[in-house]
């Protein structure tokens, strides 16, 4: 599925790979959920593995997608609720650097519209240094604008209205979508027995580089005391790092890399290993 905002740590490449590691009802259509049953994503972010999911779920499920980012809160609620306006905004911007260093600036309050503060994010995102959006430190192709990288060169108004609207008739398939503003805590805190949990929380090494809304070794360990005493099943990817395994010690962990390409590299493929956790009872993705 294409994507709709860049954003750094991206599953893409590995969601149909964690996906293969939930339950039947999340990976087969014709499977039928237990009652009440639920896909809940605290860190929805560019969505990658979420909507990969729920292409294949079977869609009487309830689904919960958060994030504590508001604009990325409200790019998803309007990529539900009022895709048309969205691809207003989109049809009608032309790429700037002053419109990034505006966006970059204001990124985090609200306009009072919903489809006009998910615009600002996302282009934010596609505008800036690899999709780092508040955290770049500017916009593609620098002030100068070098020849064959400008501010524009990742927006491409056909290619975004066909995500979002992609996006927008995989969520509609479902009965009852919610889309919240929160903290981890607060999800996991209304988590039920027959939800299955997909977490994918800010880098613990390099999560304050990387986003508007990192996560303290406090919060980190939090998260991990709480999901050691969860009731529902659940999936996490992390960076892998010595830290986390020390924190999931008592989980099933699993490595993938992770293989990509930048300018920096010169065409050359380096790997990131990223970790995938689950409850010692539950699947767990391994690989290279």
């Known amino acids: 599925m294409p994507s709709v905002i860049r954003y750094p740590g991206s599953k893409a490449k590995l969601a149909s790979t964690i996906r293969e590691s939930m339950p039947r009802w999340l990976r087969h259509e014709h499977v039928v959920p237990p009652?009440?049953?639920?896909?809940?994503?605290?860190?929805?972010?560019?969505g990658a593995v979420g909507l990969e999911v729920l292409e294949h779920?079977?869609?009487?499920?309830?689904?919960?997608?958060?994030?504590l980012d508001?604009?990325?809160?409200?790019?998803?609620?309007?990529?539900?609720?009022?895709?048309d306006r969205l691809v207003e905004y989109v049809r009608d911007f032309t790429p700037t650097v002053e419109a990034f260093e505006d966006f970059k600036a204001e990124d985090g309050r609200s306009t009072g519209c919903v489809a006009r503060d998910g615009f600002r994010?996302?282009?934010?995102?596609?505008?800036?240094?690899?999709?780092?959006?508040?955290?770049?430190?500017?916009?593609?192709?620098?002030?100068?604008?070098?020849?064959?990288?400008?501010v524009g060169s990742r927006w491409n108004p056909d290619t975004i209205e066909h995500a979002i609207?992609?996006?927008?008739?995989?969520?509609?398939?479902?009965?009852?979508?919610r889309v919240t503003n929160l903290h981890v805590?607060?999800?996991?805190?209304?988590?039920?027995?027959n939800c299955v949990v997909y977490l994918d929380p800010p880098y613990f090494v390099k999560g304050e580089q990387c986003y508007a809304h990192s996560m303290s070794e406090r919060e980190h360990e939090e998260m991990a005391a709480t999901l050691r005493g969860l009731r529902a099943d659940w999936r996490l990817s992390y960076d892998d790092c010595s830290r986390v395994r020390e924190l999931y010690a008592w989980a099933s962990v699993g490595e993938l890399e992770v293989r990509y390409t930048n300018a920096v590299t010169r065409g050359r493929r380096?790997?990131?290993?990223?970790?995938?956790?689950?409850?010692?009872?539950?699947?767990?993705c391994s690989g290279r």
């Open 35 to 46: 009652a009440g049953a639920m896909y809940v994503e605290p860190f929805f972010g560019s």
């Open 57 to 67: 779920a079977n869609k009487s499920v309830g689904v919960w997608l958060n994030d």
């Open 70 to 83: 508001f604009g990325i809160y409200a790019l998803w609620r309007a990529v539900l609720e009022v895709p």
């Open 121 to 150: 994010k996302l282009a934010l995102h596609r505008l800036s240094v690899s999709g780092f959006g508040a955290k770049s430190g500017g916009a593609l192709g620098g002030k100068a604008q070098r020849r064959g990288c400008t």
């Open 165 to 177: 609207y992609n996006a927008h008739v995989t969520l509609r398939q479902f009965g009852d979508v």
């Open 185 to 193: 805590r607060d999800v996991l805190r209304e988590v039920g027995r």
């Open 270 to 284: 380096p790997t990131r290993r990223e970790a995938v956790i689950a409850p010692r009872s539950g699947g767990v």
